[in-house]
């Protein structure tokens, strides 16, 4: 993926380089726990730029999908557990305003069951 965005800029291939920083951001929460944390940032820094061009208005449904992927790595992120989960159910319920249960029913099961298990994580530690 990083090669790949030698060709892929966001100037030449906008959308192309909003699709291969989403991948990239998901291959790297995909790497093994053992000294993750590096890996989740960057992660989170592949999704906030994937979102430079995955707008809410430009394209809803890859936005929606780079904001789960984003609430995954935020909810992967070590540190401030409460403040990472706070920020993960966020990015998960902004996704949740694109994937409604009536037009993207799957999408929204998985990113609501991913948000529920956030929410009870951040609430068994208060």
């Known amino acids: 993926y990083r090669s790949a965005l030698e060709v892929r800029t966001k100037e030449n291939h906008p959308a192309e380089f909003a699709a291969t920083q989403n991948n990239l951001g998901t291959a790297l929460l995909h790497l093994p726990i053992t000294g993750r944390g590096p890996y989740v940032k960057e992660a989170i820094e592949c999704f906030e730029k994937a979102m430079q061009v995955r707008t809410k208005t430009a394209y809803p449904v890859d936005w929606a999908k780079t904001q789960s992927n984003l609430g995954l790595a935020w ?8 403040d990472n989960l706070t920020e993960a159910i966020a990015c998960y319920d902004a996704a949740l305003d ?4 009536e037009s993207h029913p ?3 099961k998985h990113v ?6 956030a929410k009870d994580q951040l609430a068994s530690m208060v």
């Open 98 to 101: 694109i994937f409604k249960e």
């Open 75 to 82: 909810s992967r992120l070590p540190g401030d557990k409460q």
């Open 106 to 108: 799957g999408a929204n």
């Open 112 to 117: 609501r069951a991913r948000r529920d298990k």
